[in-house]
C-alpha cells in the first residue's frame, strides 16, 4: 500500500508555545505533499523537520484567524524567492484572496508563479479535488468564523487479479488490463464482463479527516463518515467545558465520543490550549469514550493514517 501518513508541524491553539507551535500539518500520500494549515512559523517547522516544501503544490487552509494562516504569505513568498515556477492551489474561505492580494501589494513582492484560491462556501460536504488516486472533500465546521474540515480518501488504481476466475473465463490479457481498473467490458457480441467478477474486492480505503476549531454539532459525524484516522481539535478539558462552549472548541473527551461514535481506527488529539504543560489529562479525558490507537500530537512527529 501507498505511504499515507501526516507531519504535525504545529499543535498550539492561538498562543505558540516553546515546545508546540500554531496549526499546520503536511499529509504525504502516493509521495504528494498537501499542506493543512498554516500558522505563523510553518516554514521554520518545515525546515526543521526536513519537509520538501517546495513539493507542496496543493494548500487547504480552514479558517482565517491568524493561529491557521499568518504563516502563508512568508512561505509563497520565501517560495518565490527560491525560484518556484510550479503553480499552487489553495483551498480557504474567500476572503483570503484579498488578504494575501492586500499584504502583497503593501510590501512590493510580485510572486512569479501562478497561484489561485478556490474559495470555500458550502453549506454541506463537497469534493474540492479528485483525481485517479485521492478524493478530497471539504465540509461546514461550527466555529465563530466560516471554518471548514477535509477528508482525504485513497483511491485504487488497480485492482487485485481473481486468478481463478480469469483462467476460467479464458479471459483476454487486453481485456483484463480494462477490468483491473474497474471498469466493465462489452463484447463485439453484446456481452458484458463484470470486472468484479474477475478481481478481487478492494481493501478497506484508508481516510484521513481533519477536524479542527469546531464545537460539537449535529451532523459533523455523517461527514465523518468512513474516516479511519480522525485528527480533531482537543483544545480543552471538560472542566473547561463553558470556556470551549464560549469559544466554540471542543474538549478531549469530545473528541473521544465522536472517534467512538465513527469507529476510527485511531484518533489524533491536537490544538492544545496553552494553558496546558503537558497533555497526559487530554489522553485520560479521551480514553474514558475511545478505546483504540489515541494520540496527543506532538510538533515534529510523524503520524501513519491507518
Do not use: W
Not at 512561505?75 to 488578504?99: D, Y
Not at 483511491?155 to 477490468?179: C, D, M, S, W, Y
Amino acid at each position: 500500500m501507498s505511504d499515507f501518513k501526516v507531519t504535525v508541524l504545529g499543535s498550539s491553539s492561538a498562543l505558540p508555545t516553546l515546545q508546540r507551535s500554531t496549526s499546520s500539518q503536511v499529509l504525504r500520500y502516493h509521495n504528494r505533499y498537501f499542506l493543512l494549515d498554516c500558522g505563523e512559523g510553518t516554514q521554520v517547522q518545515m525546515r526543521k523537520y526536513q519537509i520538501p516544501f517546495q513539493r507542496i503544490n496543493e494548500i487547504f487552509i480552514s479558517h482565517l484567524h491568524g493561529d491557521h494562516f499568518l504563516g502563508l504569505p512568508g512561505l509563497l513568498s520565501t517560495m518565490n524567492l527560491l525560484g518556484r515556477t510550479e503553480g499552487i492551489t489553495i483551498f480557504a474561505p474567500a476572503a483570503l484572496v484579498q488578504i494575501l492580494t492586500t499584504i502583497f501589494k503593501a510590501t512590493g513582492d510580485r510572486l512569479v508563479f501562478p497561484f489561485i484560491v478556490i474559495p470555500l462556501e458550502m453549506d454541506r460536504e463537497e469534493i474540492v479535488l479528485e483525481d485517479e488516486t485521492i478524493r478530497i472533500t471539504a465540509f461546514p465546521l461550527n466555529h465563530r468564523v466560516p471554518t471548514f474540515g477535509f477528508k482525504f480518501k485513497e483511491k485504487f488504481r488497480r485492482l487485485k487479479v481473481n486468478v481463478a476466475a480469469v483462467k476460467e473465463g479464458a479471459i483476454n490479457p487486453i481485456h483484463l488490463q480494462t477490468l483491473v481498473t474497474g471498469r466493465d467490458v462489452e463484447l463485439l457480441d453484446g456481452s458484458v464482463l463484470r470486472y468484479k467478477d474477475f478481481t478481487l474486492p478492494p481493501p478497506q480505503a484508508r481516510v484521513f479527516s481533519y477536524c479542527t476549531d469546531t464545537a460539537p454539532f449535529k451532523g459533523l459525524e455523517d461527514y465523518l463518515r468512513e474516516t479511519t484516522t480522525l485528527y480533531h481539535e482537543a483544545t480543552f478539558l471538560m472542566n473547561k467545558k463553558e470556556r470551549a462552549k464560549k469559544t466554540f472548541h471542543s474538549t478531549a473527551a469530545d473528541a473521544g465520543k465522536l472517534a467512538q461514535e465513527l469507529g476510527v481506527k485511531k484518533l489524533l488529539m491536537g490544538h492544545f490550549s496553552g494553558r496546558y504543560n503537558d497533555s497526559k489529562a487530554h489522553l485520560e479525558e479521551a480514553r474514558l469514550h475511545f478505546n483504540q490507537e489515541l494520540f496527543a500530537v506532538e510538533d515534529g512527529l510523524d503520524y501513519r493514517v491507518s
